[in-house]
């Protein structure tokens, strides 16, 4: 930090950069500010704010930057009508313990008038372990719920018609197994692939660059990526094979501007994988989908969903050919920011969470999830699951927001601000493209550096008091607040490694060995692996037993400690 | 002249969190601490070989997996198997208050949770170390 004052970052450099020569000398901002009164007149993205915005600050050209709503390049949203024709899909991540307990918060949840599933996987299934396996003692089922074989995936969705729920799926590193596991559980219901809607996150790019869940390295994770966005687009036309996220990017620490950039970058690498499979752009570009992070600043949260799309339409249309509006079309998935939300007055966080919905939903948002006010103490409780949920039905029921179609349009301050945004993403993109792409550039490890930059600062920034988090570094209140958290039972763990073994003890052998045999022959090819994966499951081999061909195959990815 | 304060920064197990490792590893950093971080992905064996072999003054072990009632009392028992009980072992993550008490009571040294300001972690460290208790003389 102490030489952050002297230096250009890479981050003001980029700013820098998307501002033109015009732009001032670098670290002056650092300078105004230790002299400055304790706020920072910034968006969190460090995009200096001033106190009055006029038609002076909005460039020409905005009727086109804009267009209309449901049109190229869709900075007013996705559709002609929004939120009147259909509201968001209010989609309350969900997962923990075992597959039962699971099961009977996906029953109440959507007895409580959710419209989508949302499933949380604990870290074992995330990291393709099975619960007996070394690395997961102590994990099973904490973080969310434990899947080791078909067998639990069936008691998951007990009970739920798989043509009539939408599911979204977050898993990565194996998430060819769950896919699988999914479409498995759909034929034993009588249901065809095809009928089957949902999401599979499945983005590799990201847990390189910030949630740091993987099996294998960056160039085979991003191949069987492709494999399910191509598997997907000839066997599951409603399925989103893929949600390109920078909820996690965020999280770990970027800024806004960051988040759209990298995960932007992400985008087209996966585009470009696609292509150089042969893959014509509007097969698949349709199916792919997007996981934005929602924070606490209002104006900037709202721009960057509205740079997110104009830039996306641009480069689908112009960059890469793409003819179909469809392929055009940044369709998101938006979460309110669990980093945001404090420990300290934990009932606070009730009030963060409703800011930061409406800004998603202000936004153009496709799907929200709201966070519960106890997620920085444990996994939610059922009550403040509940007040998560209702908190979105108030502002889809109660405030009268949904009525109007991208209502902040024409702000001059909001304008200003979403082209700025599109600028200084555009910029790191740019950087990113000169280093070769997105999947050299996270080798080189230059998104990871600045998001652990952006991190560092920002927490300084808290420390000494430029920035104001309620309750925390300011408004702090001596008697502790308590409120009931939400305790896993430890014997869930030995209940799943019973199971486990009992499944491995009761499959047919010989028909699993083959299956075995086949996938680890199509590892060595450049086959699409979705299919021998699916025979796999169908076998009940274990996500264990599948994830260890994997890292035979492929090896076994260690990042290079650095911070 | 007194020697630097040596601490490992350790993710254990599964948990990919890393975020908060690295702001306070950076923060020790700039506070004057020599810092060893081991990356992700650690068991307990490695995190503790590692304290031996980099004869570290404190531990900080980071996790937010829910997992710290299986991973703390793993460490610290691996540590006295291996004869360092005059090193700290410290850390902090999502750990609710009662579980913070009772690794406490297991000899854990203090815990910090989310909003806690990095000086406070380094301040802890200063005052629990034998290094920082010979700097203070």
């Known amino acids: ?563 | 002249m007194a020697r630097k304060i040596r601490v490992l920064v350790a993710k254990a197990g599964l948990d990919g969190h890393d975020r908060g490792a690295k702001v306070v590893a950076s923060a020790m950093r700039d506070a004057g601490f020599e810092v060893i971080y081991t990356g992700l992905h650690q068991t307990p064996e490695m995190i503790v070989q590692a304290a031996v072999q980099e004869d570290v003054d404190a531990v900080a072990l980071s996790i937010l997996s829910g997992a710290h009632m299986t991973l703390f009392p793993r460490v610290l028992t691996l540590m006295r198997e291996k004869g360092i009980t005059d090193v700290l072992l410290t850390g902090g993550g999502i750990i609710p208050k009662e579980d913070m008490a009772a690794l406490r009571a297991m000899g854990v040294g203090d815990l910090f949770g989310p909003g806690t300001p990095t000086t406070a972690i380094v301040d802890y460290i200063r005052s629990a170390t034998r290094a920082g208790a010979e700097a203070a003389r």
Request: charged share 25%.
């Open chain 1, 1 to 563: 930090m102490a030489n952050a004052a002297r230096t250009e970052t890479e981050a003001q450099r980029v700013k820098r950069e998307a501002q033109g020569p015009a732009a001032g000398k670098p670290g002056a901002a650092e300078n105004e500010s230790s002299t400055a009164p304790p706020q920072l007149f910034e968006t969190l993205s460090g995009i200096p704010v001033k106190a009055l915005y006029t038609s002076e600050d909005v460039k020409p050209g905005l009727a086109e930057r804009l267009g209309e709503p449901g049109k190229f390049p869709f900075t007013r949203g996705l559709h002609t009508e929004m939120y009147r024709a259909r509201l968001w899909t209010m989609r309350q991540f969900a997962g923990f313990g075992s597959a039962e307990h699971t099961n009977q918060r996906f029953h109440y949840l959507l007895a409580q008038g959710m419209t989508g599933l949302s499933t949380a996987f604990d870290m074992p299934t995330l990291m393709g372990y099975d619960p007996d396996h070394a690395m997961s003692l102590g994990e099973v089922g904490r973080e969310g719920v434990a899947i080791s074989s078909l067998e639990d995936m069936e008691i998951l969705f007990r009970g739920i018609p798989l043509d009539q729920v939408t599911t979204s799926m977050t898993i990565n590193a194996p998430a060819v197994v769950l896919l699988a596991m999914y479409v498995a559980v759909a034929e034993k219901q009588g249901i065809p692939p095809e009928k089957l809607g949902g999401t599979v996150q499945a983005d590799m790019l990201k847990e390189f660059i910030a949630q740091k869940e993987w099996i294998c390295p960056p160039r085979p994770s991003v191949k069987i990526c492709v494999d399910m966005i191509e598997w997907c687009a000839q066997h599951m036309p409603k399925w989103n094979s893929i949600s390109i996220s920078g909820y996690h990017i965020r999280e770990a620490g970027a800024t806004a501007v960051q988040e759209l950039a990298f995960t932007i970058a992400d985008g087209i690498g996966y585009v470009e994988e696609c292509r150089k499979r042969g893959m014509d752009v509007d097969e698949f570009a349709p199916r792919l989908s997007f996981f934005w992070d929602v924070h606490n600043d209002f104006f900037e949260e709202i721009a960057k969903f509205r740079a997110g799309r104009r830039i996306w339409a641009k480069l689908m249309r112009d960059r890469f050919g793409a003819k179909n509006p469809k392929s055009w079309m940044l369709r998101t998935h938006a979460q309110t920011a669990g980093v945001s939300l404090t420990a300290q007055q934990p009932l606070n966080n009730v009030a963060r969470v409703a800011i930061q919905a409406l800004a998603a939903v202000l936004g153009g948002t496709q799907s929200l999830h709201t966070n519960s006010m106890d997620e920085t103490l444990a996994l939610p409780t059922e009550e403040a699951a509940t007040v998560a949920l209702r908190t979105q039905q108030i502002i889809a029921y109660e405030t009268g927001v949904t009525n109007v179609v991208d209502p902040f349009a024409g702000s001059y301050f909001l304008e200003a601000l979403t082209d700025r945004m599109e600028e200084e993403a555009t910029a790191y993109i740019r950087r990113i493209d000169e280093m070769g792409g997105i999947i050299q550039a996270v080798e080189r490890g230059y998104p990871q550096k600045e998001i652990a930059d952006s991190a560092y600062r920002f927490q300084m920034q808290v420390e000494q008091g430029q920035r104001t988090i309620v309750g925390v570094n300011r408004f702090g209140g001596d008697e502790e607040i308590s409120i009931p958290v939400l305790k896993i039972d430890p014997d869930i763990e030995r209940r799943q490694i019973e199971r486990v073994r009992a499944v491995r003890a009761r499959r047919d052998a010989a028909r699993w060995e083959k299956t075995i045999a086949a996938l680890r022959d199509a590892c060595m090819s450049d086959r699409n692996l979705v299919p021998y994966v699916l025979d796999a499951v169908r076998a009940y081999a274990t996500l264990g037993e599948i994830s260890d061909v994997f890292r035979e195959a492929y090896g076994v990815y260690r990042e290079p400690a650095v911070f």
